[in-house]
């Protein structure tokens, strides 16, 4: 059920979008999703998939503190990572951000959007964008903006969906074959390879893939053998083939 303040917030940023001229035919449903799923969000680090990217976020941003924006934030399961004093999380969700902000009471957490992003270019040292990108209708925006944002000798991460589509299909064959429930999303893009995410005045520093996937199951619940392997594999090609996840680490060049 939806509350009334988030209906408002859903009609503010649809306003904010047509003024700013940008089409995303799926924004509603997306937004909808995402208001409803706060919940299995809150839980997600449970997931041993989530957790492997979070522990590889949590490595970095150990290294690169600084002045930190959160983009796509969530219900704020990150911002533990950071002082408050030094982190703004992001997200289109109402019901995220309202959770996030209830969880983290002394950080700060803003409406906006992924690819229209309302701070002042140069303004942060570390961009987060943690499984953001799937959802976003152009990319290219979202990069540009991380870019913008950034502090010179600023870092971004961005974590991305890796080469889903290859075992996509003969997964859900099997889980239907298995009598479950395979749940369409038509608005997520499967995949990204780490070129579309490239920018002229971002470098990449460090590139890595997570979650090896190559024994059939659901992303969430990762079979152990999926586990077993993603200790084994350490050559980056084969990651870069079976891994469901991929990171990049950015840095904006200097002045
Ligand atoms: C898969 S969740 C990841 C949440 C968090 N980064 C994490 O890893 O725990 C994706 C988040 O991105 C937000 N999101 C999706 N599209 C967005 C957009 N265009 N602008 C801002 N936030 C967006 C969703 O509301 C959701 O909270």
């Not at 700013?20 to 035919?25: E, R, S, T, Y």
């Not at 449903?29 to 680090?45: E, Q």
């Not at 949590?58 to 911002?79: E, H, N, Q, V, W």
Request: charged share 25%; with cysteine.
């Amino acid at each position: 059920m939806e509350t009334q303040e988030q209906i408002a917030i859903r009609k503010d940023l649809l306003e904010l979008m047509q003024k700013h001229g940008f089409k995303d035919a799926s924004f509603t449903s997306k937004l909808r999703h995402f208001d409803n799923s706060v919940s299995k969000w809150v839980s997600s680090l449970e997931n041993p998939g989530y957790r492997l990217r979070y522990e590889a976020v949590k490595k970095i941003a150990r290294r690169f503190k600084g002045f930190t924006l959160d983009i796509g934030c969530g219900p704020g399961l990150y911002a533990k990572l950071f002082e408050p004093h030094q982190y703004i999380g992001l997200d289109f969700s109402g019901g995220m951000v309202v959770r996030a902000k209830q969880d983290n009471p002394n950080h700060i957490f803003v409406l906006g959007l992924a690819d229209r992003l309302h701070f002042a270019n140069s303004t942060f040292d570390l961009v987060l964008s943690v499984a953001v990108t799937e959802y976003l209708e152009n990319v290219t925006n979202h990069v540009n903006e991380v870019a913008r944002v950034l502090n010179p000798e600023g870092h971004a991460v961005i974590v991305f969906r890796n080469g889903y589509e290859q075992w996509r299909e003969r997964d859900k064959n099997i889980l239907r074959w298995l009598g479950k429930g395979v749940e369409e999303k038509t608005w997520i893009h499967h995949s990204h390879k780490p070129t579309d995410l490239f920018h002229p005045a971002l470098r990449v520093v460090e590139e890595k893939y997570l979650g090896v996937h190559l024994v059939p199951g659901v992303f969430d619940k990762r079979v152990r053998l999926n586990r077993l392997l993603e200790k084994c594999i350490t050559s980056k090609a084969i990651r870069m083939k079976y891994c469901s996840m991929g990171l990049i680490l950015l840095e904006k060049e200097g002045k």
